[in-house]
């Protein structure tokens, strides 16, 4: 039988492996709360029965708006169910920045913690709240128990949304990015496919389910194949030491998904410490790149390659380093199955010549169709059929990609998307600024940090400190500066435009 939607994928996993563990949750000092997916399934029906009697219904834009836990999971699977939208975003964002979102998402509903119930107080957007205490078992919640199990069938076609994706952009907000059933299937299915993930791995899952490398690459493959997903609610390198090191068990793990930092932070937890890993079959890294000396550094800790992959909001994942296969340090690897690429001089649209530089640009069934209520945007992302990354990259004669810059002025930041126009215009604000340019800069830990050159106007006493304190009041801490320089004025060419290239060059 054909599945037109993500949830009849999913309900077709758990008919399959029903008793099976599907979701082990683990929060430190906590008992660990365990689902099979035949549980995970009813409990899916009883969320989604809970946001049917709130008027949720397909094409409704829900948004997500606390930490991770079984409540986001059961929510976000429930809203699949109904055809209505999953809107996830970050539960450290501060109120200036959710003031945006709100009135951009047009959402019919927030799921949001009780410690957050006066954001909506403090926003005009028409949308019905629902409190809720994430940290509360499901059968806990007032929401959950005024539900039924029953639920009208939604009738979902793949080309209906699923998710919208929050993504920076280099106009300054953050632009939605609509990911439709096909887009969710078609990206889950593929990885799937080229690591083997099956019903007999076990996932820790360490990452932030706000992002597609946390929701659609680890826990919708993971719920597609049957494997079991052991779900941190943060990432503790103790904590992530101590499951990864585990040899025996139901807790015993085959796979790791990661950015660089994490790696990194691991590492420098153990020390010199030796920890036999041996029992883990995939470790994976993206959403940032992994130099060459960190490959090698992953290699020695764990005792195998890490495989190095490539994927967007807008895309899904686009490149790995083969499974089985020569994996190269500072590769994105092999395009994968059912992806077309192109590489483009961004000048003359043209094809660039074999072991030249160009912009990547895509074809796949993953790739979104569009941005969410932005036509301008969406109609530059794309050129007849192609979607434009704005990455700058080159192919090997062995037909492996590596990138080489970025044509968008986006800083990766910990895995992070920063826009530098977000961070420049909470710059500007402060009384004593004239105007400022933001740039990442390379950075071991956090593969680029953000660096703020900024212009005083004449007579202002303000100093780094009050800069750096201004942007922590106003936006999450991995967007705000670390480091201010102050300059007299910043480089411009003679269209007036801000030569960034040469901020980089004297912060």
Known sequence: ???????????????????????????????????????????????????????????????????????????????QKLGAVTVPLNPDFKKSEMAYLLQDARAKVIFLETHNADLIKKNHAPITPLIVDSQKPLQDLDVWNAASDRIAPADIRENDPGVMIYTSGTTGNPKGVILTQKNLIAD?????DIWQINESDTICHALPLFHV?????????????????????????????????????????????????????????????????????????????????????????????????????????????????????????LPLPGVNVRLVDAETGLDVPPGQTGEIWLQSPAIT????????????????????TGDLGHVDTDGYYFLTDRLKHIIISGGENISPKEVEAVINQLSGIQESAVVGIPDEKWGEKVVAAVVKKSGAKVNADAVMSHCKRHLHNWKCPKEVVFVKELPRNTMGKVLMETVKAFV
């Open 188 to 192: 889950a299915l593929n990885i799937v």
């Open 213 to 333: 490398h946390g929701l659609c690459f680890a826990l919708h493959t993971a719920l597609l194949a049957g494997a079991h997903v052991l779900l941190l609610d943060r990432f503790a390198p103790q904590d992530v030491i101590d499951i990864l090191g585990k040899a025996e068990g139901d807790r015993r793990c085959t796979i790791f998904m990661a950015v660089p930092a994490m790696y990194a932070k691991l590492i420098g937890y153990l020390g010199e410490a030796k920890m036999d890993f041996s029992h883990l079959r995939l470790l994976t890294s993206g959403s940032a790149p992994l130099l060459p000396k960190d490959f090698k550094r992953i290699r020695i800790f764990f005792g195998k390659e890490p495989v190095e992959r490539e994927g967007m909001s807008e895309t899904g994942m686009n490149f790995s380093n083969p499974l089985q296969g020569k994996r190269k340090p500072g590769s994105i690897g």
């Open 1 to 79: 039988m054909e599945h037109h939607s993500f949830s009849e994928h999913f309900s077709a996993s758990c008919l399959q492996h029903r008793q099976k563990p599907a979701i082990t949750f683990l929060r430190r000092g906590q008992p660990e709360t365990r689902l099979s997916f035949l549980e995970l399934e009813q409990h899916t029906d009883r969320m989604a029965s809970m946001f049917q009697s709130r008027g949720v219904s397909k094409g409704d834009r829900v948004i997500l708006f606390f930490q991770k836990s079984l409540v986001f999971v059961a929510a976000h699977l429930a809203l």
């Open 369 to 388: 169709p569009g941005y969410w209520q932005k036509p301008d945007e969406t109609a530059k992302a794309f050129m007849n059929d192609w979607f434009k």
